[in-house]
Structure formats: structure tokens, C-alpha cells
């Protein structure tokens, strides 16, 4: 796997269970997947020599991010190395406007875009479409970056990214109900299965908090997006996890936002709420097993993030974890390894359940605990600890 971080590093778990060892390629030894594989590389994933080495022996080459540069893949699929997906496939999820032409030609629900070479093209886009507009950075956006919304023209900007480098584009400003997202896995047998949508919310356009399945979206609109995710990844010829990013803009209709061809952070709740995890599927997809069952598990799984907090907690994250558990027993627990620097993710708590709004309160509750050691009003950091009754 090329990349390093959290999903490399879930993704090596899940791996143990099949026998299979994850070789990663890491920028550090520290990287959060170095820590758990044995087996690491060190190196950048621009450098097609680290890639050749990452490579060499492995049944599968994949990825936990999209920044591998296509100059590099490129020779690397020509020499007969399996990339998956392939770098023809992993281009829609780079490449914003290659994306958005694409899935635009093949019918699907878009927002109005054009690609942005002068300040002048942005100006006219929004005379034409209306203000205000999303101005996108084509290639390396992600969490809010690479995003500017405008709501009049401004050129100083616009000049400012384009001088530097910056491939833009521009759309109309999607007015949305909520965001949900739909991961799908596909073999190269061609094997595909589908878990159900779900509700994300962002928060400073970084995933706070995922909601499966997605409250209150029809049965037949549910089945309707997944149809689609799936015809996407098929024609896209996509190897592994695909998740579609969808903007709801009234009940049950969609704009398709972005794709990711990778494990996502809408898809974490799985590992604990459905039969087959997404790290467990990838894994399965790219060596081409027979792909798991995706059914869930219980009525209804949230899945909030633990980000790093403002000003470090003074209590350590062990004695942050004794009181969650003392408190929130049923909760999950995934930590990443990482420093908790401001707004980074630095894990994530999984609860399960029946009623929605119960699961979703505990699961925030604990993920806001973990990251700054507050309870919220209500709540005892010092509840009764209940090993003392057992």
C-alpha cells in the first residue's frame, strides 16, 4: 500500500486476519501504518525507485491516498506491475475536471463546472450560472482544501493560485439538504457489492460524524444511489474501495461532489457494523477474492471523529481512554498514533445501536472526550467507574 497514515494502518489489520502481510510504503517510521507492519518501506510516493521496491514481490500495489502522480504510475502498470486501481481508473479520483467530464458524459447528476485559465473565466462563469461559485483546485484538495467559495468575482485570487501553479476550476454552488456518501468494492473478476448510504457532516470541511444507514433516505432512493456508485465503478473500472460524495439537494436527489478510490473516513463504521469491514473488502478486491458480505450488523452505527484539540489536554490519552470506557463502555475505540495537532484526525469512536439519537449522542460525547478531555454539560469526567459493581 502506498501511503503511510491511518488507513494504511487499518488496512494492515485487517490484513492479519486473511494471513496477509501489508507492505507500506511510509514517508517516516513513525508514519501511523509503519508502526503495526513489519514490513516498511521508506520513501516519497513521487519516487517511482521507492515504488519499484514497494513492488517488488507483492501480489498487489494499491493505495491509501490518490497523490501518486501519474508520470510515475504509468511505467510502473506498463512494466506489468499490478496497480490497483489502475492508474487509468485512479485519475477521476485526482483529477477533479478529468472527473467531473467523465461522469458529466455519462449522464450522471453534476453541478454546472468549467475549467479556470484566467481570472475572466471564473467572472463569467458566475454571470452566467450565478453567484456565488466553488473555485477548486483540480488536483490535491482535500478535508476543505484546495476549496475557495466566492460570492462576487475576485480576480486577485484567481491570479494569485493560477500564478503559482494552481490547476482551478469553478461550479455553481450546490444549495444541499446534507452530504452522503456511498462506497462500493469491485474485483477485477468484476465482483461488486455495495454497503448502505450514509449521512456525513462536515464540519469546517472536515468529516465530523457519519450517520449509517443515512436517516431518513428512502429505501428506493437508497438503492437508486448505490446503483449508481456501482455503475461508476464499473465503468470507470475501478479495482477495490470507491466511495462517491454526494451533495442531497432536496429529498432523495443528488449531485455527485467527489470521488475517492481508496478506504474513506465514511466507511470507518464498518469495521465494527457491518459483516465484511472496507479494509477487509479492499483487501479482498485487490487480490480478487470473493468479496464479503456487506450487511449490517445493527439498526444503526455512528462513527464521530477524534480530532486534536485547540491546546492539548493536560490529562493523557490513557487516562482519557479509562474514564471513555468507564463512561461509554459499548463504545469503539480506534486511535491512530498520531500528535494531536489542531483539527487533525487522531482516531475515531464506533457505537452501535437502535435508537439514532442515542448512538449518535454517545459516539460524540465519547470522540470529544477523547479529544479534550471535557465532558459536556451533564456529564462526569469521574462517573462511577461500573467494574466496581462486577
Not at 511505467?75 to 461522469?103: C, F, N, S
Not at 486577485?156 to 456511498?182: F, H, K, N, W, Y
Not at 465503468?235 to 474513506?264: K, Q, Y
Not at 456487506?294 to 493536560?314: F, S
Request: glycine share 8%; proline share 8%; net charge negative.
Amino acid at each position: 500500500m502506498v501511503g503511510g497514515g491511518q488507513l494504511a494502518r487499518m488496512t494492515a489489520q485487517a490484513a492479519v486476519a486473511l494471513g496477509q502481510t501489508l507492505r507500506v510504503l511510509a514517508a517516516s517510521p513513525d508514519d501511523p501504518a509503519a508502526r503495526v507492519t513489519p514490513d516498511v518501506v521508506i520513501g516519497d510516493p513521487d519516487d517511482g525507485a521507492a515504488l519499484r521496491e514497494l513492488a517488488t514481490g507483492c501480489s498487489a500495489v494499491t493505495f491509501d491516498h490518490e497523490g501518486v502522480p501519474q508520470e510515475v504510475l504509468r511505467p510502473l502498470a506498463e512494466a506489468g506491475i499490478p496497480l490497483r486501481p489502475p492508474p487509468e481508473a485512479l485519475l477521476h479520483a485526482q483529477d477533479k475536471l478529468v472527473m467531473r467530464r467523465r461522469l458529466s458524459a455519462m449522464g450522471l447528476p453534476m453541478p454546472q463546472f468549467a475549467p479556470v485559465a484566467a481570472a475572466a473565466d471564473v467572472d463569467a462563469f458566475g454571470a452566467a450560472h450565478g453567484w456565488p461559485v466553488v473555485l477548486k483546485a483540480t488536483r490535491g484538495g482535500y478535508d476543505g482544501r484546495g476549496v475557495w467559495f466566492l460570492t462576487a468575482p475576485d480576480a486577485a485570487l484567481v491570479t494569485d493560485l493560477l500564478d503559482r501553479g494552481t490547476p482551478l476550476m469553478v461550479e455553481s454552488a450546490v444549495p444541499m439538504v446534507r452530504e452522503l456518501a456511498a462506497s462500493v468494492a469491485r474485483s477485477p473478476f468484476g465482483q461488486a457489492a455495495a454497503w448502505p448510504v450514509v449521512e456525513t457532516l462536515q464540519v469546517d470541511g472536515q468529516c465530523a460524524r457519519v450517520t449509517s444507514p443515512a436517516p431518513g433516505l428512502a429505501d428506493d432512493d437508497a438503492a437508486r444511489i448505490q446503483e449508481m456508485a456501482l455503475r461508476i465503478a464499473a465503468e470507470l473500472g475501478v479495482v477495490g474501495l470507491m466511495t462517491v460524495e454526494l451533495f442531497e439537494t432536496a429529498p432523495g436527489e443528488v449531485v455527485i461532489n467527489e470521488l475517492a478510490m481508496r478506504p474513506h473516513n465514511s466507511g470507518h463504521w464498518t469495521i465494527e457494523g457491518s459483516v465484511t469491514s472496507q479494509f477487509e473488502q479492499h483487501l479482498r478486491a485487490v487480490l480478487d477474492y470473493p468479496l464479503g458480505a456487506t450487511t449490517p450488523v445493527a439498526p444503526v452505527a455512528v462513527m464521530a471523529n477524534v480530532l486534536g484539540a485547540p491546546e492539548e489536554p493536560t490529562m493523557s490519552m490513557d487516562e482519557r481512554l479509562h474514564h471513555c470506557f468507564a463512561r461509554f463502555p459499548d463504545a469503539r475505540v480506534h486511535l491512530y498514533a498520531k500528535d494531536g495537532r489542531p483539527a487533525r484526525k487522531i482516531g475515531h469512536v464506533t457505537v452501535l445501536g437502535s435508537d439514532g439519537e442515542a448512538v449518535r449522542e454517545r459516539a460524540e460525547l465519547a470522540a470529544d472526550w477523547l479529544a479534550t478531555a471535557q465532558w459536556a454539560d451533564g456529564w462526569s469526567a469521574h462517573a462511577d467507574d461500573p467494574r466496581k459493581d462486577s
